[in-house]
């Protein structure tokens, strides 16, 4: 017979074909099969041969290949097709839809053992379709698909235990029920036993457990629904602190995906763009602030470039939702409240009521509100006092003192001061490399007295340190001088007020990634690859400029080694940097790692991307970018006390722009992101990263 089947089949030899449809049908010479049967049958019939045709024709017109084989073997007692042809009769799916049909079905699979059937006859008496609603049948044949493992049974059986409907009311065996439906069943079914977990009765509400089967079901890239109910957990507090910023993430996720009521929940005004959505979003619902945030956005009006979108300004909406916030204690939108009243911009002027508005912020931490009184507290001004008597006639440390108050060492963060020390240093000592670089990179930051980007002043600074030094002594003081003359060459190059020299900003560069400076030896590399020389030597010199900033967790390098893999078809090498890019929480790099995964492409883990950090980190000698990034590895974990640490260690006896600018960022509160440092790097030299794919996949940062 199998000698037989194998020509059959490939001569498309019909009498042949019908034969052995007609053995499998009679067990003759082979193991009954009415599923090889209707194959063979259907092969037949396809070409016209009569007595196939007579033998498959019980079954109507019409239906598709695969509802044709599910009758035929219903006729036949097969139970699965049974049940399955009762779905069909009671979903109306290619055939009338027909109760009664679909009840006599499930009940003849059922009463042979067939779990599928059971559970819909049980949910038929359950919500009367069909039959007279009956509890305790319900939970018969419930009992007797649970006994199969049947995981929709099982939940089944859990609700009427948690209900007391058709047994006696009884929570801990609901609760045992509801864990074994969770543990066999997919992804909805998990949802579904953490929705009773959520919002049933006192019995096995449990918020924790919804929340941790949430989550495991969330994992899953196009469930919705878990992203969905995780987002209510964080929006009202139900298990978990309430984080109204955490659920906007996740109803974003599911709106994303096109989850209804996720999309009608968020239902944002076109005008918000990129993370101004979060911002409305929360500020709406309460977060004081967000709420600071979209006040200053309708204060001066904001359009963004990147994801499309105006703000225009509307200083009476800034009034009020600064008001909201103040009236929450945030001391920030006290202090910009209190500068409306003063000046009578958007409100009546009301001296009185800005004095008010100016302590309460000062009281509540607001470091613009404590500059504009001066140091409020006498506390204070006995230890300035005694900082001024201590370096008034020896300044060797004082732009150590800088640093601290810029990054707010001892818990106190104060420009003011940093810049009033650096200064200070600066006026004994114009060349020394720190504190140059301090005083430099103040002003390009805009922490100067006009709170305003001043290049000029920058390259003020930093034009007397490079003038007076030769080069650096130490491998400490070659990271700071990198920094220096990276940020020389952008000056040089970009600067505002400035007047450019792109050869002598070109020599600074050069100067900078040969000492290691990420930033300068991404900027080489890319200059070396855009002239397009054919020398071998030259294209392979920046290509090891760009590995070595890459290895020290530089996210632009790190973006054009990826881009360049898959240009080449290196998957593997992509996947590589793609999947560290990620671990950093730069965001494009995140949905290009989620949308692979969904693809089933192979990556790295997670965890191996971020021990390649923690181990770079780790090195004798480690360089300091390879802290910093370390600490956005932790940031992105939840780790936010270990990423401060690793971001000081980026200070450890030089200067590095970013760790102290982050460090700053974390002083103030502020959220300095790894996006936003990439972009701010990307806007400086108008710059933008290719895009890349492979397959079907673009993501344009």
């Known amino acids: 017979v199998s000698t037989q089947s194998t020509g059959a089949t490939q001569q498309n030899n019909a009498e042949g074909q019908f034969l052995l449809g007609e053995c499998y049908t009679h067990g003759e010479g082979v193991e009954q099969s009415h599923k090889e049967a209707f194959r063979y049958y259907s092969q037949a019939a396809k070409q016209g041969h009569p007595l196939a045709i007579s033998a498959l024709n019980t079954i109507p017109s019409g239906l598709s290949e695969e509802k044709r084989k599910i009758w035929y073997l219903a006729e036949r007692g097969d139970t699965g097709a049974q049940n399955d042809l009762a779905l069909c009769y009671y979903k109306h799916d290619e055939v009338e839809k027909d109760l009664e049909k679909a009840i006599q079905l499930w009940t003849t699979a059922a009463s042979k053992g067939c779990a599928g059937a059971q559970n819909h006859l049980g949910e038929c008496y359950q919500k009367g379709e069909g ?27 859990g609700q009427c235990y948690e ?8 929570g801990t065996k609901a609760l045992e029920l509801y864990a074994l439906a969770a543990s066999k069943g997919d992804v909805k079914l998990k949802v579904k036993v953490g929705r009773r977990y959520q919002e049933g009765t006192e019995l096995i509400r449990d918020y924790q457990k919804a929340i941790a089967l949430f989550r495991e079901a969330s994992d899953n890239y196009y469930d919705t629904d878990a992203k969905f109910f995780l987002g209510q957990c964080y929006m009202h507090g139900r298990g978990i602190p309430k984080n109204i910023g955490q659920a906007f993430c996740y109803y974003s996720g599911a709106a994303y995906q096109g989850h209804k009521l996720a999309a009608e929940v968020l239902n944002i005004p076109t005008d918000f763009a990129g993370s101004k959505r979060k911002i409305l979003f929360c500020a709406e619902h309460g977060d004081a602030d967000a709420q600071n945030s979209l006040a ?55 001296t009185n009521k800005a004095a008010v508005l100016y302590t309460k912020a000062a009281e509540g931490g607001s470091v613009e509100a404590a500059q504009h009184f001066g140091w409020i507290t006498e506390e204070q001004k006995q230890y300035l006092r005694g900082e001024e008597d201590r370096y008034k006639n020896e300044l060797s440390d004082a732009y150590n003192l800088s640093e601290s108050y810029v990054i707010g060492g001892g818990g106190f963060q104060n420009d003011a001061r940093a810049r009033y020390w650096v200064d200070r240093f600066l006026e004994e000592y114009p060349t020394f490399y720190y504190a140059a670089l301090l005083g430099s990179v103040f002003h390009h930051w805009g ?30 003081q070659q990271y700071s001088f990198g920094e220096g003359y990276r940020l020389a060459s952008d000056l040089l190059s970009y600067g505002e007020g400035v007047e450019h020299n792109l050869e002598q900003a070109e020599r600074c560069l050069k100067k900078a990634a040969d000492w290691d400076d990420v930033e300068a030896q991404t900027q080489w590399a890319l200059q070396w690859l855009s002239k397009n020389e054919t020398s071998t030597v030259d294209v392979s010199e920046a290509r090891g400029y760009l590995e070595k900033a890459a290895n020290q967790g530089g996210i632009m390098a790190q973006w054009h080694l990826t881009q360049q893999a898959f240009q080449k078809k290196e998957n593997e090498e992509a996947f590589k940097w793609l999947t560290r890019m990620a671990a950093q929480g730069y965001t494009p790099a995140k949905l290009l790692h989620a949308e692979a995964t969904a693809q089933g492409m192979k990556l790295p883990t997670m965890a191996e991307a971020q021990q390649w950090y923690q181990q770079k980190a780790a090195e004798e000698g480690a360089k300091p970018h390879c802290h910093h990034a370390w600490g956005r590895v ?52 108008a710059q933008v990263l290719p895009s890349i794919q492979w397959s079907k996949i673009e993501v344009q940062p």
């Open 131 to 157: 039959v007279d609603q009956n509890w305790e049948e319900a939970v018969k044949w419930w009992g007797l698909a649970a006994q199969q493992g049947n995981s929709e049974a099982l939940f089944n059986l």
């Open 163 to 170: 209900e007391g409907r058709g047994v006696l009311q009884d």
């Open 296 to 350: 200053t956005f309708y204060s001066q009006g904001y359009h963004d470039d990147c994801y499309g979108g105006d703000i225009p300004r509307d200083i009476k909406k800034a009034i009020e939702w600064w008001t909201k916030a103040a009236e929450q204690g945030q001391c920030d939108a006290q202090w910009n409240l209190a500068r409306c009243y003063e000046r009578g911009e958007g409100v009546d002027q009301d």
């Open 447 to 476: 922490i100067n007295s006009n709170r305003k980007r001043d290049d000029g002043a920058a390259w003020g600074v930093l034009q007397a340190f490079i003038n007076g030094n030769s080069g650096p002594e130490s491998m400490h």
């Open 634 to 685: 932790q940031e992105e974990m939840g780790s936010l006390e270990s990423a401060r640490a690793a971001f000081q260690n980026t200070l450890a006896g030089q200067c590095h722009l970013v760790g102290l600018r982050r460090l700053r960022a974390l002083a103030r509160k502020e959220n300095w992101t790894i996006d936003q440092e990439v972009q701010e790097a990307l806007n400086l030299r």
